[in-house]
Antibody, heavy 122, light 106 residues
Framework: QVQLKETGPDLVQLTQTLSITCTVSGFSLTTYNVHWVRQPPGKGLEWMGAMWNGGGTDYNSAFKSRLSISRDTSKSQVFLKMNSLQTDDTAKYFC????????????????WGQGVMVTVSS | DTVLTQSPALAVSPGERVTISCRASESVSTLMHWYQQKPGQQPTLLIYLASNLESGVPARFSGSGSGTDFTLTIDPVEADDTATYYCQQSWNDPPTFGGGTKLELK
């Protein structure tokens, strides 16, 4: 059974660093890609970045050098770290599974975690 | 970045047919996907590669289009379809989402 679960703080202070963990089960991080997507309250979805199954990463340039994605395959975890948080970073943060396009073709984000709501407070 | 434009909201009666459109600012070939998101929940994949029904999704849902114009159709609409629907392209980097279409039932 495929599952993704995000864990992280409810509240982060202005200018501080956000750390969120996505723990997956039912599949291997060396076979599937994992992406991060966020959603401000009442707004749409924004792609943040990806951890590729081969260990590489890709980032939305909108986040410039604030964002870092890493993983621990032995623990089936993918990590998001973003620094210099501002109030407009208040959002629900999701991780989502993405089948490898080179193996399965492009299939979209087929499983999502429930998300973690993070509020940036001044 | 590729901008995806969706109508903000639609209201239909149960049993009717509804089409939700998504227009891309540049061609995305057929690398367009559709998601349903109910309040307080995560998005779920409905359609991938413009017209392929994700496993477990009712056949009432269908997708079409290529290039810059795409459509998600629900026929017939049921009460449980009340949700916001997002298109997402993966042809151009970075992947982008439409602003969402909120579907309400009369």
């Amino acid at each position: 059974q495929v599952q993704l679960k995000e864990t992280g703080p409810d509240l982060v202070q202005l200018t501080q660093t956000l750390s969120i963990t996505c723990t997956v089960s039912g599949f291997s991080l060396t076979t599937y890609n994992v992406h991060w997507v966020r959603q401000p309250p009442g707004k749409g979805l924004e792609w943040m970045g990806a951890m590729w199954n081969g260990g590489g990463t890709d980032y939305n340039s909108a986040f410039k050098s604030r964002l870092s994605i890493s993983r621990d395959t032995s623990k089936s975890q993918v990590f998001l770290k973003m620094n210099s948080l501002q109030t407009d970073d208040t959002a629900k943060y999701f991780c989502a599974r993405h089948p490898d396009p080179e193996i399965d073709g492009e299939l979209g984000f087929d499983y999502w975690g429930q998300g973690v709501m993070v509020t940036v407070s001044s | 970045d590729t901008v995806l434009t969706q109508s903000p909201a639609l209201a239909v009666s149960p049993g009717e047919r509804v089409t939700i459109s998504c227009r891309a600012s540049e061609s995305v070939s057929t690398l367009m996907h559709w998601y349903q998101q109910k309040p307080g929940q995560q998005p779920t994949l409905l359609i991938y590669l413009a017209s392929n029904l994700e496993s477990g999704v009712p056949a009432r849902f269908s997708g079409s289009g290529s290039g810059t114009d795409f459509t998600l159709t629900i026929d017939p609409v049921e009460a449980d379809d009340t949700a916001t629907y997002y298109c997402q392209q993966s042809w151009n980097d970075p992947p982008t989402f439409g602003g969402g279409t909120k579907l309400e039932l009369k």
